[in-house]
T-cell receptor, first 111, second 113 residues
Framework: AQSVTQLGSHVSVSEGALVLLRCNYS??????LFWYVQYPNQGLQLLLK??????LVKGINGFEAEFKKSETSFHLTKPSAHMSDAAEYFC?????????FGAGTRLTVKP | NAGVTQTPKFQVLKTGQSMTLQCAQD?????MSWYRQDPGMGLRLIHY???????DQGEVPNGYNVSRSTTEDFPLRLLSAAPSQTSVYFC????????????FGPGTRLTVT
């Protein structure tokens, strides 16, 4: 079955700094890959998705992610962090009807 | 559209009690699913449905039942609650042809004592 590993349960950056959240996946078929964001006491919101088209995927709020098959990675980046980016971020992989999520990375943004 | 709605928002149960978590969507989505979220474990799929009358098990189905009699509703039943089922439960739905693009409800926080 497919699985996702998110490296780092907590990431802290300064406002204006680069955000890099790491995700590695395993899948027996070409995967669909996703990043979701969860703000406190809310459900998950889709940030971006990879569905075998362009390997560099742009999402909402200035985030993007690059699919690297050779590294089985789908890391999330944003050039300049805002205070409003503080949230928990989940990477997910989907095969057929089954979606598996990573454990999540909590992003803290320091002023 | 109200999107995906869940009730109740909070619930406390005693061990052995039963209850149903409600989920509804008004977007005519075929695919619906239930997840539980536990600290440090991300979201785990409990059950899902690809359309009215069709359900299947996910990663952690034990202790939970589902049914899908209409496109709009996908209730999750706990037959005999256990403390291990203390969690936050999320319902999600997906548009036709875009099954992997899921829209999540606000969640139900369940505590079993």
């Amino acid at each position: 079955a497919q699985s996702v590993t998110q490296l780092g349960s907590h990431v802290s950056v300064s406002e204006g700094a680069l955000v890099l959240l790491r995700c590695n996946y395993s899948s027996s078929v070409p995967p669909y890959l996703f990043w979701y964001v969860q703000y406190p006491n809310q459900g998950l919101q889709l940030l971006l998705k990879y569905t075998s088209a362009a390997t560099l995927v742009k999402g909402i709020n200035g985030f993007e992610a690059e699919f690297k098959k050779s590294e089985t990675s789908f890391h999330l980046t944003k050039p300049s962090a805002h205070m409003s980016d503080a949230a928990e971020y989940f990477c997910a992989v989907s095969e057929h009807n089954d979606m598996r999520f990573g454990a999540g990375t909590r992003l803290t943004v320091k002023p | 559209n109200a999107g995906v709605t869940q009730t109740p928002k909070f619930q406390v149960l005693k061990t052995g009690q039963s209850m149903t978590l409600q989920c509804a969507q008004d977007m005519n989505h075929e695919y619906m699913s239930w997840y539980r979220q536990d600290p440090g474990m991300g979201l785990r799929l409990i059950h899902y449905s690809v359309g009215a009358g069709i359900t299947d098990q996910g990663e952690v189905p034990n202790g939970y039942n589902v049914s899908r009699s209409t496109t709009e509703d996908f209730p999750l039943r706990l037959l005999s609650a256990a403390p291990s089922q203390t969690s936050v439960y999320f319902c999600a739905s997906s548009p036709p042809g875009r099954r992997s693009e899921q829209y999540f409800g606000p969640g139900t926080r369940l505590t079993v004592t």
